[in-house]
């Protein structure tokens, strides 16, 4: 994607703020567009009764609830995409983090079932398991990227390319 592309450009430059300012500038890019999305969203869910007359008041109701959610935990979701797809793996951060990602799946299944069947939520716990998945991730990614240090990410792509010269 072009978060990948543009910080992966200033890295290779040498380019350590010009990577930050990327990471950061596409970020906020990400959000804004998230935001418009999920009020999009939202307001299709004004859509549900026309479209699904035929379907019973409490199945559009749950579909209107479940769009609702989605639409509010949209800029989460985008903002995971963006860091955890994106600018970790430009930093070239751990392999560490695609495992976080499959540990908050396993959570989000067994919150999932535990919310759904063992709770009055219902259907609805299956949209709460998700935000709860969505959050924490979202605290994981943020986390991980506050920590990286773009001008040892510059240093080591150096040191590669350099040591990627000699053996060549």
């Known amino acids: 994607g072009a978060t990948t592309a543009l910080v992966g450009r200033s890295v290779g430059r040498g380019d350590a703020m010009g990577a930050a300012h990327w990471a950061r ?48 935990v949209q800029v989460v979701k985008v903002r995971n995409m963006i860091l955890g797809a994106r600018v970790m793996p430009a930093a070239a951060t751990s392999a560490g983090d695609h495992r976080r990602r499959h540990q908050c799946l396993r959570v989000r299944a067994a919150l999932a079932i535990a919310l759904a069947l063992f709770t009055p939520l219902g259907i609805i716990g299956l949209f709460v398991a998700r935000v709860v998945e969505q959050l924490v991730k979202l605290g994981i990614f943020t986390w991980r990227t506050r920590r990286i240090s773009w001008e040892s990410v510059v240093e080591r792509q150096a040191l590669s390319v350099a040591w990627g010269t000699m053996r060549g």
């Open 25 to 72: 500038r596409l970020t906020h890019a990400g959000v804004y567009t998230a935001l418009a999305f999920g009020l999009l969203m939202g307001l299709s869910a004004l859509a549900i009764p026309v479209l699904f007359a035929n379907a019973g008041r409490e199945v559009q109701v749950l579909a209107v609830v479940g769009i609702l959610i989605n639409a509010v």
